[in-house]
């Protein structure tokens, strides 16, 4: 009777048949693997072998020994770091290697080594006088210190000690990011934050600096100085294109680089592999890099979660973050949905800078694009003040900056100097901390400087694959023209700039160590 009337019977029919479903869904998700990793295998092979800045791999502090040391050693285990690419790498360069565009190569005009400063090291820009702060700058993934430079000299103007971090695995070659660590890049966080306290004593405040990657180290290390007391907690938090969420890509970047286990598949463990012409930042990206800034952001978003949960949130520093709501290296949505959804009512802002609504981009532009901003901003009042720069369809001569204070629904318009740009539809997650007038990388650079490329100003035509430049990277905007807009937000945070007492003639006013 149970048997005819659906009972037990019945049930192991079901159960039989839906373990019969998940073996068979578990072969085809196999072969399928199998046959995306065949199809990897094979693309790894193809085109140039790796070069020796792809292989050659320098030493690095592991965490337990950035954490036994202090500044002057970290600067001593970097310069060992770049003297082994010097012998390793630079020495040893084959004759075809050996060409104009070639960072590495010393008769390239854009070989590190000739410049009066190497910005991919770290550095401290000491002030005139008696320090009234100190902040620490964190650059991006495949970065170098040079990224944030311009704010440093900032922060230095207005009496503060600037501490730029070389994040481990960066400035030297891209091969080191094949086996670096987001915990390493963490500990050097740590380490450049007890050199700014050992330089300004216990009582004067410390900010933090952070592009890209280095706005999530930036965000981790706040976190923890939040339940771990005997870390310096920061008094302010400046991102730019912070890293708070990345690509779903990232999450399994991890399995296309499976191939690599095996030497003859070595290629496989890189997503880009292209020629080194920038003198400050990598152009080839290895699978480790991706997984890397998953696995970070993914411990940000559940220590966030956390600690909102259990109201520890508390302690947070106000934060003022710039953000393009069009980002292709990061999802600029889960600034607001990881981050500032939680935040306390601390006094912190969120700048949002908005696509060109001029009349020639409404049909080349993706809906999804010209919908951005309203899918990053939520309704109702908010615990943090949020401005949007934008111009608009109807008079799209005129900027304006559009801010809703917190608690608030209402935004108040405030006309800015600047336009958008004719030619530039919309930021991009690279050019938030450069000028236009970057030597490097600006629309307009100042010509004082020369780091043997323009990238600012860079627009050939042509046929595709003639050039060694990645024109995806090309046609990408890397300056910001609203940068003067961004240095006078960071400079209303600071205090005036002190008056320098009476020195010696031709005494300096600044130095860079490191």
């Not at 934050?193 to 300004?200: G, T």
């Not at 990598?282 to 699978?287: G, K």
Request: charged share 20%; with cysteine; proline share 9%.
């Amino acid at each position: 009777m149970l048997a005819a009337s659906g009972g037990p019977a019945h049930g192991d029919r079901m159960l039989r048949a839906l373990i019969k479903i998940g073996k068979w869904t578990s072969i085809v998700a196999l072969v399928f693997l199998v046959s995306l990793l065949g199809i990897r295998a094979w693309d790894s092979q193809q085109g140039d072998p790796l070069a020796p800045w792809q292989t050659f791999v320098p030493d690095e502090l592991t965490p337990s020994q950035l954490d036994a040391t202090d500044w002057t050693g970290y600067l001593a285990a970097e310069q060992h770091a770049f003297d082994q690419v010097k012998t390793e790498v630079t020495d040893k360069l084959e004759p075809s290697e050996r060409v104009a565009t070639n960072r590495y190569f010393q008769g390239a005009p854009m070989y590190p080594g000739h410049f009066a400063h190497d910005w991919n090291r770290s550095y401290v820009l000491e002030p005139t006088g008696t320090p009234v702060g100190a902040v620490v700058l964190i650059h991006g993934l495949t970065d170098s210190p040079y990224s944030l430079r311009d704010i440093a000299e900032l922060y230095r103007a207005h009496g503060f000690v600037a501490i730029g971090l070389r994040v481990p695995g960066h400035g030297t070659v891209p091969a080191s990011l094949t086996r670096v660590d987001w915990p390493d890049w963490l500990a050097a966080t740590r380490l450049a934050m007890r050199e700014a306290r050992r330089r300004v004593g216990p009582d004067l405040p410390i900010h933090m600096v952070g592009y890209s990657n280095g706005g999530a180290l930036a965000v981790k290390y706040t976190l923890d100085a939040c339940e771990h007391h005997e870390l310096t907690m920061p008094t302010r938090l400046v991102l730019l294109s912070p890293m708070i969420g990345v690509t779903r890509f990232a999450r399994f970047a991890g399995l296309a680089g499976l191939p690599a286990l095996l030497p003859r598949f070595a290629k496989a463990a890189w997503l880009d592999l292209l020629p080194e012409y920038n003198p400050y930042k990598y152009n080839s990206f290895p699978v480790n890099a991706a997984r890397q800034s998953y696995l970070l952001t993914d411990a940000i978003r559940s220590q966030v979660l956390r600690m909102a949960r259990g109201k520890q949130l508390s302690r947070l520093p106000p934060i003022l973050t710039f953000q393009s709501v069009v980002d292709d290296t990061v999802s600029a949505s889960a600034v607001m949905r990881t981050l500032y959804a939680h935040l306390p009512a601390n006094g912190s802002e969120v700048v949002l800078f908005d696509v060109n609504r001029d009349h020639r981009f409404d049909t080349l532009l993706k809906p999804a694009s010209l919908m951005a901003l309203n899918r990053m901003l939520p309704s109702g009042p908010q615990s943090y003040r949020a401005t949007v720069v934008s111009n608009t369809a109807e008079n799209d001569d005129h900027t304006v900056a559009r801010t809703t204070e917190a608690g608030q629904t209402t935004a108040t318009a405030t006309p800015l100097p600047i336009r958008y740009p004719d030619n530039i539809f919309s930021l991009s997650h690279i050019a938030l901390p450069f000028p236009p007038n970057d030597p490097l990388y600006g629309t307009e650079p100042d010509m004082s400087e020369d780091y043997g490329i323009r990238l600012g100003t860079a627009a050939p035509r042509g046929e595709r694959g003639a050039l060694i430049l990645n024109l995806d990277a090309v046609l990408r905007i890397s300056s910001n023209p609203f940068y003067p807009y961004v240095r006078q937000r960071i400079e209303a945070l600071l205090p005036a700039i002190p008056t320098p007492p009476p020195t010696r003639t031709n005494a300096p006013v600044a130095h860079i160590a490191g």
